[in-house]
């Protein structure tokens, strides 16, 4: 869906809502209001199992060379008690506390105190002060996008340890990597709460929050929409960003360096997932500033779901491809490692087409050609919650003709390529893909049930002109 967002005439803005006007708008965006019995069940579901889920897989890892039945088979027969394997867990160590409190403050140093200089040098790169979408009370809220510069100053710095200074081995996270979890799930309770607090003692926009008076659910999907310490410290934005996904990286190749180490050389198969993932989060930091206009951002408040989910599910979940790998060195053939190499290309040339054909949409506001031909649209309107109407028009040409979500399309295939990187000998590092199938599947019916309850009818006559929603003719 590409929107380009522009109010209608100067009048309009000033213009004084109905109270019908009024109590329409406050439940056409973002988040509920209210909550049904299915999605508090989901909630406490989440909030009390997938702290447990990511330590079980690290676990089986650890202790069963990544099993996933092992371990319950053990439980079941007697053969140990859950004491057993929780005495065999790595503690939160002195050393991890350091590590990773100079991790999180570096990242907020590169964050807040180092404005953007790559969009200076790097031709096509939009970086710097950037607007981000209108939210719900009809503020533009503007960010330092510095997200590329970041990364590459960490992994420049990276690599001249390894290489040169040797301060410390690149096996590091790998080597640390269960005390790091405990730090990683202290800062994600730790901000998640905060944010709760600051929620309901000093927000930063009061108009911008939501408590629907259920605790789970306002703790788990956020009260504020875009909470801030001062006027650039954004957690929507550094937390997504920084420190998980910056990090992301940086796990692949202490994983590789830990392979180099235990067996003598780096797998092919340890060189594609570097290579796939590390493709995937250099597109993010080059398109953060796209980034601003996605579901995360216009849409999700902040809270434990993005808070804890960064910190912890983020970087200990969507890193087991290269975690398995070390365990279960896997040296693929030619053709299978070229096979493979091919899919995730593709998948990553549809997801990034797509997503530039939405961003190109937007940026013309529709004053552009896709594949050649000028785009069709759906013009649409909605309302703010102060009563300003705006218009966007949604794209149904191109990639966005096939199916409403076709960008999801291709991230699912670049998915499947992590995992059949790693051979099929066991389940785990298939997670990824089965978790992406039913997020993204998930998120495309949560994000059309939003659209629908912001644009109305329109939003019904977008999908009659595209009734697809991932795979055309299927899905």
């Not at 040339?349 to 759906?378: A, M, S």
């Not at 949560?446 to 299927?474: I, M, N, Q």
Request: with cysteine; aromatic share 18%.
């Amino acid at each position: 869906m590409a929107a380009h967002q522009e109010k209608k005439l100067a009048q309009e803005r000033k213009h004084k809502p109905t109270q019908n006007d009024a109590q329409t708008s406050q439940v056409q965006w973002g988040r509920a209001w209210e909550v049904d019995w299915f999605s508090l069940a989901s909630i406490l579901f989440l909030l009390m199992f997938a702290p447990l889920i990511v330590y079980y897989f690290i676990m089986s890892c650890d202790q069963y060379q990544c099993s996933l039945t092992d371990p319950l088979i053990d439980l079941l027969t007697g053969n140990k008690h859950l004491s057993d394997i929780w005495n065999k867990t790595p503690v939160l160590t002195s050393r991890a506390a350091g590590i990773y409190s100079l991790w999180v403050a570096f990242q907020v140093v590169l964050y807040m105190f180092i404005p953007d200089f790559c969009h200076k040098v790097l031709p096509g790169y939009v970086g710097g002060v950037q607007e981000g979408a209108v939210t719900p009370a009809g503020v533009v809220n503007k960010y330092e996008i510095n997200g590329l510069q970041a990364w590459i100053i960490t992994h420049v710095l990276w690599f001249a340890n390894a290489y040169y200074f040797h301060f410390f081995s690149p096996t590091i996270i790998f080597d640390n990597w269960i005390p790091l979890l405990w730090c990683a799930n202290i800062l994600g309770y730790a901000v998640s709460t905060f944010a709760m607090i600051k929620g309901y003692c000093f927000p930063t926009n009061a108009k911008d929050c939501k408590f629907t008076g259920n605790f789970f659910y306002d703790y788990m999907m956020g009260i504020e929409f875009n909470p801030r310490i001062g006027k650039w410290f954004d957690f929507k934005l550094f937390f997504n960003g920084r420190p998980g996904i910056v990090a992301w990286t940086l796990i692949n190749l202490s994983y590789a360096a830990k392979q180099q180490e235990l067996y003598g050389q780096v797998t092919n198969s340890m060189i594609l997932v570097n290579v796939l993932q590390g493709i995937y989060v250099l597109d993010f930091f080059w398109n953060e500033a796209w980034y601003l206009k996605t579901i995360d951002i216009c849409h999700d408040h902040f809270g434990w779901y993005l808070g804890w989910g960064d910190c912890v599910w983020l970087p200990y979940l969507y890193t087991l491809q290269g975690l398995y790998l070390v365990y279960h060195p896997v040296q693929l053939g030619t053709a299978n490692a070229v096979g493979i190499l091919i899919l995730g290309l593709i998948g990553y040339y549809i997801f990034r087409v797509t997503n530039h054909q939405k961003d190109l949409f937007r940026r013309t506001d529709g004053k552009c050609r896709i594949w050649g031909k000028k785009p069709e649209y759906i013009e649409c309107s909605y309302m703010s919650v102060d009563g300003t109407k705006y218009y966007s028009k949604l794209m149904t040409s191109g990639f966005w003709g096939w199916a409403r979500h076709f960008n999801y399309t291709g991230d699912l295939m670049g998915s499947l390529a992590y995992c059949l990187a790693c051979g099929f000998a066991h389940l785990l590092p298939y997670f990824y893909i089965i978790y992406m199938t039913i997020l993204l599947t998930h998120r495309c019916i949560r994000d059309e049930h939003r659209c629908f309850s912001k644009y109305g009818k329109d939003w019904k006559r977008y999908t009659a002109a595209v009734p697809y929603r991932l795979v055309p003719g299927v899905f």
